[in-house]
């Protein structure tokens, strides 16, 4: 079956830096865009960074400019290293795995998830 395990969060000070890592298994990693997500409590979960299968990324612009999203595709994991850590990053980071076809549509999977949490 499908599994993305996450890992590297944490509780760090602000200003100081984490490398969330999702190793994924069951699915052919190459063809999924992968993408971070995070919720803090009483909060909608949002999209961090995203990058496609062919590498192309983005962010979302709370976090542009601090974090960087990669991913390895021989090891079929996906990165995000956050550095310049805020106390409003903290919240519960959510790997996600996401593949459109013309035949199935969009769909994808989800992590249980790792807390992050930056105190002032």
């Known amino acids: 079956q499908v599994q993305l395990v996450e890992s590297g969060g944490g509780s760090v000070q602000a200003g100081g830096s984490l490398r969330l890592s999702c190793a994924a298994s069951g699915i052919i990693f190459s063809s999924y865009a992968m993408g971070w997500y995070r919720q803090a409590p009483g909060n909608q979960r949002e999209l961090v960074a995203r990058i496609s299968s062919n590498g192309i990324t983005n962010y979302s612009d709370s976090v542009k400019g601090r974090f960087t999203i990669s991913r390895d595709n021989a090891k079929n994991t996906v990165y995000l290293q956050m550095n310049s850590l805020k106390p409003e990053d903290t919240a519960v980071y959510y790997c996600?795995?996401?593949?459109?076809?013309?035949?199935?549509?969009?769909?994808?999977?989800w992590g249980q998830g790792t807390q992050v949490t930056v105190s002032s």
């Open positions: 996600n795995a996401r593949r459109t076809t013309k035949v199935d549509g969009s769909y994808g999977y």
